[in-house]
C-alpha cells in the first residue's frame, strides 16, 4: 500500500519510554517503538516476553491504578493517550483483537458485531459496517444468528477481527492472530488482514511463528523480558539474528 503526503514520514503511534507494572511486578521495561500509517509492524517474542502488555497499555487496559500501572509516553496522531480510559483510546481510532477472541459466548454472531460499535460515532452507521463485514467475511452472513459458543475457533477469530473493525478504526492490534488454529485456517485469516491492511487499516501483529510474522511485515520487533532487544525491516534481519534475539542469545 503506497502512502504519500504529509503523514507518511510522521508515526501514527508513538511509543516512549514505557515500562508496564503489574502491583510490583515490572513485565515492560523503557520501550520505545512508533507505526507510521500504512504499516504493518509484527511483534515476535516468546511466551512471557511483554508483547501482550505492551498492545493491553497501548489501549488503555494497564490504567489500573496500583493492580496494573503504566509509566513512559503514548501518542496516536499527534494526540497523548497515555492514561486515558479504553473507550477514548477505541474512540480516537485504535482497537484490539484480544488473545482469547474475548467473544460473548451465548450470544450471536450479529450480536458480537453490534457490540463493537457501541460509541455513539458509531451507532448510525451500524447496519452499513456490518455489511461491509460480512462483504469481508461471508461465512459470518450466513451464520449471522449461530451462537458463536458453537463456532470453530477460526470462525470465532473471524468473529473478533469483525468486531474490532466495527468502530472503523485506524490502527488494529492483533494479539497472538494465528494462536491455536489450523495451518488452512490461519492462511485464510491473515489474507483477510492483508485485505483490511489494503483497505487502509495500520496493523500490529504479535506472533510467536517468526516466520509468518516476517511474511507480512514492513517492520518488527523483537520482545525478550520486557524489551525489545531488536527491530528493523525484515529484509535488513538475518533469521540468525532474529533467532538469537528471540532466544536471548549473543548472534556472532
Known amino acids: 500500500m503506497s502512502i504519500s503526503g504529509p503523514d507518511a514520514d510522521t508515526p501514527l503511534l508513538a511509543v516512549s519510554g514505557l515500562s508496564a507494572y503489574y502491583g510490583e511486578l515490572r513485565a515492560l521495561y523503557d520501550v520505545t517503538l512508533s507505526v507510521r500509517t500504512g504499516e504493518v509492524l509484527s511483534i515476535i517474542g516468546a511466551n512471557g516476553a511483554g508483547k501482550s502488555t505492551l498492545l493491553k497499555s497501548i489501549v488503555g487496559m494497564m490504567n489500573r491504578g496500583a493492580a496494573a500501572h503504566i509509566q513512559g509516553d503514548i501518542e496516536f496522531a499527534g494526540r497523548r493517550i497515555a492514561g486515558r480510559a479504553t473507550e477514548d483510546i477505541v474512540d480516537a481510532g485504535i482497537t484490539m483483537v484480544p488473545e482469547g477472541r474475548r467473544l460473548f459466548a451465548r450470544m450471536s454472531v450479529e450480536e458480537n458485531l453490534a457490540a463493537g460499535a457501541f460509541l455513539p460515532r458509531c451507532r448510525a452507521g451500524l447496519r452499513q459496517r456490518m455489511d461491509e463485514i460480512y462483504a469481508l467475511f461471508p461465512k459470518l452472513h450466513e451464520r449471522r444468528e449461530q451462537v458463536v459458543a458453537q463456532m470453530s475457533g477460526g470462525e ?3 468473529v473478533a477481527i469483525g468486531r474490532a473493525l466495527m468502530s472503523s478504526p485506524r490502527l488494529i492490534l492483533f494479539d497472538e492472530l494465528s494462536l491455536g488454529l ?3 485456517v490461519i492462511e485464510e ?3 483477510k488482514v492483508r485485505t483490511i491492511h489494503e483497505q487502509g487499516v495500520t496493523c500490529i501483529i504479535i506472533e510467536q511463528d517468526m516466520r509468518r510474522a516476517l511474511s507480512v511485515a514492513d517492520r ?5 523480558e520486557g524489551s525489545i532487544v531488536l527491530s528493523g525491516r525484515p529484509a535488513e534481519l538475518s533469521e540468525a539474528a532474529i533467532t538469537a534475539a528471540y532466544f536471548g542469545q549473543t548472534h556472532r
Open 156 to 158: 470465532q477469530q473471524m
Open 182 to 184: 489450523a495451518p488452512a
Open 189 to 191: 485469516i491473515y489474507r
Open 220 to 224: 518488527v520487533c523483537v520482545m525478550l
